[in-house]
């Protein structure tokens, strides 16, 4: 050990925890497993334990690091069988009123509950846990919820009746905070418990929450029934949660539809086929038709995955038309959910129903007036090509496809080239090249400079699908011709598109056509022009030493071409110009 650790003081650290300065006092806590080993486990235990406890009046940002290096400290102070002995200061941080610094606790007091034997866990934290649950405040009431779950399985079986009664206590407390925090933890709780238990004792509690007065502890329930529901039968399931289920997809408040819509696939997973077919598909229609529009996107959000448990028959006559008043929905935030999700649909409803049902629907949407309909519909159209096929669905939607092309908003324009080399591999060059060649060109010289660049990366891809011959006839010199362009954003795009197009190219190509053009761009008048051949030039070198035929050009053409601009005037210049000199030298 370290003699320096081994002589670090309890006296300096205390001097630090009780200095005026929040960081020096910060960093003693953030030290405290340094400072534990240069104690020893014993003194660690009867010294620094101690004192840390009687330190929690302290800054928020303090206690909040101190909860969470307690729940690592075990090894510090002689191993698990200790392990107990930092419940104390652990149970005083999980009672103050900063609720990061409870959580904290919380957290640490779970690592560290597993580790504890039988009877370290009935002597010192079920009391733990007992004293926190009847606390005056009800910031210790609102951690015991916490704490339930983890020490519930080691308990001896009185004592599991006695946190089951005490957890239904918690779930009635008079402050709505502590009826919050039991929904929260109950599905965790409910987790533990057997069958017989989760029936007899945890389903009343979440029937007591699910009709709480308060709606922030109403929609916490939700996820407690998914919680619950996957530990019972699709038969005990609709006994307990038929009724319930109807009630919280009809409260009151927009809030607790919203979790219902929200976790709308889970809970029919979770309550089994007969309640799924029966209740939720009703459910899932009126949570589509909600009032409020938060819940309609929510619910837009689970249309794919619910209509993966129900027939394709419900999914035609219940679903469907939802779907088709919500591309026309009045919120253009249900209407972007919606186009981000309703190509799921696709593979489910088979080919036939996708061209009758859907691509209508698409097309509708691609004609959004919000941008995010639009590129949600857009970045999802591959699956629809799965089901349907490139052909049928380029010749209904490629008018919609090329007039995106030219969007407004940069994002749109974007994903359309992103999806121009799918569509290149099915329509064919002769169609390619009258519908779409001029819009890829036109792309090279847009004025937001992520669209020039995706648009050479186009370009190497279009070479790719389409052959080198293709490239030297219709990209290629279009391309070269922007090199000698007046405005210098052309000529770097030509920089751009060449090095990206050099690796899908022949070297003929690369001889004939992108040396001539990138050594004439030595001499440009434009610094950032020059430093980008120089860059262009180090990632050309690899491509053609791969190459016998090639070879010779690195020393005859590029190589004097990096010596020129290593003299450069401009800085930037000489550095990426060096920089290149030595994958050359």
């Avoid at 209904?396 to 591999?425: C, G």
């Avoid at 790719?464 to 279009?478: L, N």
Wanted: charged fraction near 25%.
């Amino acid at each position: 050990m370290n003699p320096e650790v081994e002589l670090y003081p309890i006296a300096i650290l205390i001097d630090e925890l009780r200095h005026d300065d929040v960081s020096l006092r910060l960093n003693a806590i953030k030290r405290l497993n340094t400072i534990a080993l240069a104690l020893g486990p014993q003194r660690a235990r009867d010294e620094l334990i101690p004192f840390l406890d009687e330190s929690i009046d302290d800054e928020d940002e303090v206690l909040l690091a101190l909860a969470g290096e307690l729940g690592d400290f075990v090894e510090y102070i002689g191993g698990v069988q200790f392990a107990h002995i930092l419940l104390q200061p652990l149970e005083n941080l999980a009672a103050v009123e900063e609720t990061m610094v409870r959580d904290k606790a919380v957290e640490s007091l779970n690592k560290i509950c597993p580790v504890l034997n039988q009877s370290q866990l009935e002597q010192y934290y079920i009391p733990l846990v007992k004293r926190l649950t009847s606390g005056d405040w009800f910031t210790s009431r609102t951690s015991a919820t916490g704490l339930y779950a983890a020490g519930y399985s080691l308990a001896l079986p009185a004592t599991q009746e006695d946190l089951r009664k005490a957890y239904g206590q918690l779930s009635m407390d008079d402050t709505p905070m502590v009826r919050r925090a039991a929904a929260t933890h109950l599905g965790t709780f409910a987790k533990k418990v057997t069958k017989e238990h989760l029936i007899a004792a945890i389903i009343p509690i979440f029937n007591k929450l699910a009709q709480d007065e308060q709606d922030s502890v109403r929609l916490l329930t939700v996820t407690d029934l998914v919680a619950i529901a996957e530990e019972l039968s699709p038969e005990e399931c609709k006994a307990h949660f038929s009724q319930t289920l109807k009630t919280l997809v009809a409260d009151k408040s927009w809030r607790v539809r919203y979790m219902i819509a929200d976790n709308f696939v889970k809970l029919s997973k979770a309550v089994g086929e007969d309640i799924t077919r029966e209740d939720l598909v009703i459910a899932f229609v009126r949570l589509l038709k909600d009032n409020e529009a938060e819940v309609r996107t929510a619910a837009a959000g689970q249309v794919p995955g619910f209509a993966q448990l129900v027939d394709k028959e419900t999914i035609l006559s219940y679903i469907l038309p939802c779907v088709k008043d919500l591309v026309t929905d009045t919120s253009q935030h249900v209407r972007a959910a919606l186009a981000m999700q309703i190509s799921g649909l696709a593979p489910i409803l088979g080919k036939e129903a996708t061209t009758e049902h859907l691509l209508p629907l698409f097309l509708q949407l691609l004609k959004d007036e919000f941008p995010d309909v639009r590129l949600n519909i857009i970045s999802k159209l591959d699956t629809v090509n799965q089901v349907i096929g490139i052909e049928l669905l380029s010749q209904s939607l490629l008018p919609a496809i090329v007039e995106l092309a030219e969007d407004k908003q940069w994002r749109v324009r974007l994903a359309i080239i992103e999806y121009i080399p799918l569509l290149a591999t099915h329509l064919g060059v002769e169609f390619f090249d009258e519908k779409l060649g001029a819009l890829c060109m036109s792309w090279l010289g847009d004025s937001v400079f992520s669209i020039r660049e995706a648009a050479t990366v186009n370009l190497r891809k279009l070479t790719e699908v389409f052959g080198v011959d293709w490239a030297k006839q219709t990209t290629i010199p279009k391309v070269l011709a922007m090199g000698t362009h007046p405005n210098y954003l052309y000529r770097m795009t030509t920089i751009f598109a060449i090095t990206a197009m050099a690796p899908a190219v022949t070297p003929e190509v690369i001889r004939d056509y992108i040396l001539p053009t990138v050594t004439n761009l030595v001499t440009d008048p434009i610094p950032n022009i020059r430093f980008n051949v120089a860059k262009s030039i180090e990632a050309l070198i690899p491509v053609l030493l791969q190459n016998p035929d090639t070879r010779p050009l690195v020393e005859q053409q590029l190589k004097p071409a990096l010596v020129k601009l290593s003299e450069d005037t401009d800085n930037d210049v000489r550095f990426f110009s060096q920089k290149a000199l030595l994958g050359v030298n």
